[in-house]
């Protein structure tokens, strides 16, 4: 059995039968979910009955269990989108339907150079890290310690361990990013935040030729202000905008119809590359003869004031980071639980 607190992330798998330590996804009655770490001793209390965690350890993944009321529960481990979903969070995240879009539009790869700002709650950094696999380097940029604690503490939760190939640097990226990367050897940036087009000159200065810069923005506004500012440095190819909704379907026998609800409007991508050094583009000198559409007075509406941020209280963002806490002491606590138990197996074993 591995020990989840020694082994590097790019070890552990999400297969084979369940062990300490593992997260899983227990479905009961009416379809109601709850989320465990498995623990030697550890039990989940519903009004329905007792459920032991030594009953699911060594079962295969999607086996159905019986609580002690003879109640059936499906035991699935966690994909990410259902970790992310129910993560604790410090700032909103990056929903599973716009992270798949990032990593496409920005053609995420394995052993890519990204730079990541803001990190928020570590959504969009797990799907990061996965899709650069070990080969890989992510620089996560954060001002705030906060969500920083909470981002590494998810991450750390869901991996068990903490990726060799991440690095989160607390601070603003216009100031730290040319200290921590050199120029031009940037394959992606993804810039989630309120201004960023604030960031936008020192990320052209880290990516290399023909890199992309990503960026997922709140409102129409703020996706005016960036694609101007991409357009007015004249170093990126033409921006490409798209908002992504997904409308679920209900699918039974003869009874086939959408979903009374679906994830609409969440956030709008926007995304460019880097040219050459000297590289001008044909549209930009046709452009280049027209007036801008805009005054310096529209400018005011697209300020970080006017656009809005909604800001977590101290107190709600201090409860966040102790339930992050919480979930990476119970993994901890379980693996250490696990190794100790391989231990003493491998040492029944020897005569």
Known sequence: MTDLSAAPASDLRPSGPFRLGDRVQLTGPKGRMHTVTLREGGELHTHHGVLKHEAIVGQPDGSVLVNSGGHEYLALRPLLRDFVMSMPRGAAIVYPKDAAQILAQADIFPGATVVEAGVGSGALSLWLLRAIGPAGRLWSFERRDEFAEVAQANVETFFGAYPESWKVVVGDLVEELPAAVEPGTVDRVVLDMLAPWE????????????????????????????????????????????????RGWHVEGLAVRPDHRMVAHTGFLITARRLAPGAVPPDVRKRALKKPSYADADVEVWTPGAVGDREITDKNLRKRVREAQRALDGARIASAGAAAADEDADGGAVD
Not at 227 to 239: D, I, K, S, V
């Open 199 to 246: 960031c936008i000159d020192v990320v052209a200065d880290a990516l290399t030729p023909g890199g992309v810069v990503i960026c997922y923005v709140a409102t129409a506004t703020q996706l005016s202000r960036v694609a101007e500012y991409l357009r007015g440095t004249g170093l990126f190819t033409e921006p490409e905008s798209s908002e992504t909704m997904v």
